[in-house]
């Protein structure tokens, strides 16, 4: 088994400047590690900090103490302590990051938003393109927007962008923030499938969902927050 991801003593407290620095403990001292191959769903009730720590892996927040070791170029990257430049390179080679969200570029068009990852990994255009092509297709995204920018799409339309964009190459680490969010049943299905076979390509997994039955069907093991809750 290769370990992907090892979280050392984590602790995070929110500090509200705005409010006269009161202070907001989340959790503290959170040990786990991920596995190659596992799919690790985040549990715990509203506010325990699953995103808080989902965007601690990523090395958006800060944690308040202790450390990440992620898995990079077959060696462990402390992410915390990481300059930004290995940050950049740790997410654009290992480390993928599927929001709910978009994030829209004005005027690129959604094949060129599907193309862009595995054109910056080395593939060829036309690889490249068929490959995109197969993935909106699979994610039921009606032909005659391929070519369009998504600024203007449904919400389910985007996040479908999104989900293609993430997972036509699919991150050797993938953390995953409510992926099925804005889905119909048939693309949830859709969605669910693909972290399968990410996983089963070798892909190790974290992610949040809301949805039960989503939740059971992509889970190989769980890891409830509450359980670090600071005392
Ligand atoms: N940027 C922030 N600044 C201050 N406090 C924050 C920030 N982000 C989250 N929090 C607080 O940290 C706690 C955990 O929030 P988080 O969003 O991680 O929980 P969650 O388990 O993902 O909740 P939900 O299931 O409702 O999405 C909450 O009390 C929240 O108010």
Not at 145 to 167: K, M
Request: net charge positive; charged share 20%; glycine share 6%.
């Amino acid at each position: 088994m290769t370990t992907m991801i090892q979280v050392e003593n984590v602790a995070k407290t929110f500090t509200l400047h705005n409010q006269g620095g009161a202070r907001l403990p989340v959790f503290d001292n959170v040990n786990f590690s991920v596995e190659a191959g596992e799919a690790l769903v985040l549990a715990g009730a509203s506010g325990a900090g699953k995103s808080s720590l989902l965007r601690i892996l990523y090395g958006n927040y800060r944690p308040t103490a202790g450390a990440i070791r992620i898995t990079h170029a077959g060696r462990p990257v402390d992410i915390v302590a990481a300059v930004p430049r290995t940050v950049l390179d740790i997410r654009r080679r290992t480390l993928g990051f599927v929001s709910q969200f978009l994030r829209v570029i004005p005027r690129v068009s959604t094949l060129d938003i599907v193309r862009d990852p595995l054109l910056a990994r080395g593939a060829m255009p036309e690889t490249a393109t068929e490959r995109a092509k197969a993935m909106l297709a699979r994610l039921n995204l009606p032909e005659r927007l391929w070519n369009l920018a998504p600024a203007t799409f449904s919400g389910g339309e985007q996040q479908r962008v999104n989900i293609a964009r993430s997972f036509v190459d699919p991150s050797a680490i993938m953390l995953i923030d409510e992926p099925t969010a804005s889905l119909d049943a048939a693309n949830r299905d859709v969605v669910v499938d693909l972290i399968a076979e990410a996983r089963a390509a070798g892909s190790a997994i974290v992610g949040i969902f809301h949805d039960e039955a989503v939740r059971e069907r992509v889970a190989t093991r769980y890891l409830d927050i509450t359980a670090f809750r600071k005392a």
